[in-house]
């Protein structure tokens, strides 16, 4: 495995993401923020947290995988949501949890940020995911 993800005891717990990640390996994956959008553009889940977290976390799978990666090689997430409160943590964390056993996504998470936002892409986009992995 190139990737060994930690939570030292010594920061916040419980968080549903890993504090720390370390990867070894030489080949780097990049992926640009994914959204709740099917290959042919129509929106997916308009209005939803949950289904756009869910729909753009499966977008972030197909991309990874179309480099060779899968989450277990992702040691960053970034997660950027649209009117962001602390009270809808429970529909993004929904979202994640929905897909999370389809797409391979650990629980906890690799390191991840959640960045609160104006707005994204469009108006009809709630949330965008960017993903970072290293493969041998």
Not at 30 to 56: E, K
């Amino acid at each position: 495995m190139t990737v060994h993800l930690s939570s030292p005891d010594s920061l916040m717990q419980p968080v549903p993401y890993h504090h720390v990640a370390v990867a070894t390996g030489a080949r780097q994956v990049h992926v640009a923020g994914q959204i709740a959008r099917t290959a042919d553009g129509r929106s997916v889940a308009p209005g939803d947290l949950t289904g756009q977290v869910a729909h753009a976390l499966r977008n972030t799978h197909a991309a990874l995988e179309s480099a060779g990666a899968g989450f277990a090689d992702v040691v960053r997430l970034t997660f950027y949501v649209t009117g962001w409160a602390p009270d809808r943590i429970a529909d993004f964390m929904a979202g994640v949890h929905d897909v999370a056993a389809e797409i391979g996504l650990p629980t906890p998470m690799p390191p991840a940020s959640l960045i609160g936002v104006d707005y994204l892409f469009e108006p009809d986009v709630l949330v965008e995911v960017e993903a970072t992995a290293v493969l041998d």
